[in-house]
C-alpha cells in the first residue's frame, strides 16, 4: 500500500528545501495577477507613503516663490501652514479606532481623498486663510495615510518577516522624498503651480481608488504563505 503523500515543500534560504505548514497552498482568491493580496496591500502602503510624505515637506520650498507672487504672502506666512502638521499625530487615535472599528482601507482611502481634495481646491485660493484650511486638511488625513495603515496591514500579513517588510513599505516615504519633488518642479516650471497641484491631487485620488481595490486584510488561509511567496525565510 502506498504510504501518506509527502509534504509540501518551498525552497528557503541557501536553496535548501523546506517543509511548508499546513494551510499555505494558496488558491486564486488569496491574490491578483499570482501575487499574494499581502504584498498589494504592501505596494499600497508604499505608494500612500509616497505620496503623502512626498508632496508635504519635501516639495513645501517649492511654492514659496509662486505664492508670493500670486498673492503677496511672505514666507512666514505660507510657512506658518506647517504648523498644522501636529494636528496628524492628534488625530492618529481617533483613526487608529476607525481603523479598528471599520476597516484599514476605507480609512486609507477617505484619508487619500481628503489629500487630493487639499490639493485639488488650491488652485481656488484667494485668501490667505483658504491656504491655511487646506493644509489643516491635509494633515489631520497624514497618519491614515502612512504610517497607522502600514503597521497594521504589514502586522496582518507578515507575521514572521514583520521587521524587513516594513522597513519595505517605509522606503515609501523616501521614494516619494526622491520623485515627488521631481514631478512637481517639472509642472511649476513648465505649467504653473495650479496645475501642479492638481496632479498631485489626481495621483491621491488614484492612490485612494487603488487602495479600496487592492488592501485586504483577512487572509484566507495562513498569513505566512504571503512571505512564502516570496521566498522570504
Given at each position: 500500500?502506498?504510504?501518506?503523500?509527502?509534504?509540501?515543500?518551498?525552497?528557503?534560504?541557501?536553496?535548501?528545501?523546506?517543509?511548508?505548514?499546513?494551510?499555505?497552498?494558496?488558491?486564486?482568491?488569496?491574490?491578483?495577477?499570482?501575487?499574494?493580496?499581502?504584498?498589494?496591500?504592501?505596494?499600497?502602503?508604499?505608494?500612500?507613503?509616497?505620496?503623502?510624505?512626498?508632496?508635504?515637506?519635501y516639495i513645501f520650498g517649492l511654492y514659496f516663490e509662486p505664492l508670493e507672487d500670486?498673492?503677496g504672502w511672505n514666507r512666514t506666512q505660507i510657512s506658518a501652514s506647517l504648523s498644522?502638521?501636529?494636528?496628524?499625530?492628534?488625530?492618529?487615535?481617533?483613526?487608529?479606532?476607525?481603523?479598528?472599528?471599520?476597516?484599514?482601507?476605507?480609512?486609507?482611502?477617505?484619508?487619500?481623498?481628503?489629500?487630493?481634495?487639499?490639493?485639488?481646491?488650491?488652485?481656488?485660493?484667494?485668501?490667505?486663510?483658504?491656504?491655511?484650511?487646506?493644509?489643516?486638511?491635509?494633515?489631520?488625513?497624514?497618519?491614515?495615510?502612512?504610517?497607522?495603515?502600514?503597521?497594521?496591514?504589514?502586522?496582518?500579513?507578515?507575521?514572521?518577516?514583520?521587521?524587513?517588510?516594513?522597513?519595505?513599505?517605509?522606503?515609501?516615504?523616501?521614494?516619494?522624498?526622491?520623485?515627488?519633488?521631481?514631478?512637481?518642479?517639472?509642472?511649476?516650471?513648465?505649467?504653473?503651480?495650479?496645475?501642479?497641484?492638481?496632479?498631485?491631487?489626481?495621483?491621491?485620488?488614484?492612490?485612494?481608488?487603488?487602495?479600496?481595490?487592492?488592501?485586504?486584510?483577512?487572509?484566507?488561509?495562513?498569513?505566512?504563505?504571503?512571505?512564502?511567496?516570496?521566498?522570504?525565510?
Open positions: 500500500p502506498s504510504g501518506p503523500p509527502a509534504p509540501a515543500t518551498r525552497v528557503g534560504a541557501g536553496g535548501t528545501m523546506c517543509p511548508m505548514r499546513e494551510g499555505r497552498t494558496r488558491s486564486s482568491s488569496d491574490g491578483l495577477f499570482g501575487l499574494s493580496f499581502g504584498w498589494w496591500a504592501v505596494a499600497a502602503s508604499f505608494s500612500a507613503a509616497a505620496v503623502t510624505l512626498g508632496s508635504s515637506q500670486a498673492f498644522f502638521s501636529a494636528v496628524g499625530s492628534l488625530a492618529a487615535p481617533f483613526l487608529g479606532r476607525m481603523m479598528d472599528k471599520h476597516g484599514t482601507k476605507y480609512v486609507m482611502a477617505l484619508s487619500l481623498v481628503l489629500t487630493a481634495l487639499s490639493f485639488l481646491l488650491r488652485p481656488l485660493m484667494s485668501e490667505l486663510w483658504h491656504w491655511y484650511a487646506l493644509s489643516f486638511l491635509q494633515f489631520v488625513a497624514f497618519s491614515g495615510t502612512s504610517a497607522l495603515p502600514a503597521g497594521r496591514l504589514v502586522g496582518i500579513w507578515f507575521r514572521r518577516t514583520q521587521g524587513r517588510v516594513m522597513g519595505l513599505t517605509m522606503m515609501g516615504n523616501n521614494f516619494g522624498g526622491l520623485t515627488i519633488p521631481v514631478i512637481a518642479g517639472i509642472l511649476i516650471a513648465r505649467a504653473s503651480w495650479q496645475g501642479a497641484y492638481v496632479v498631485l491631487g489626481a495621483i491621491a485620488f488614484i492612490v485612494a481608488l487603488l487602495s479600496l481595490l487592492l488592501v485586504h486584510e483577512r487572509p484566507a488561509q495562513d498569513p505566512a504563505a504571503a512571505e512564502d511567496a516570496w521566498g522570504l525565510p
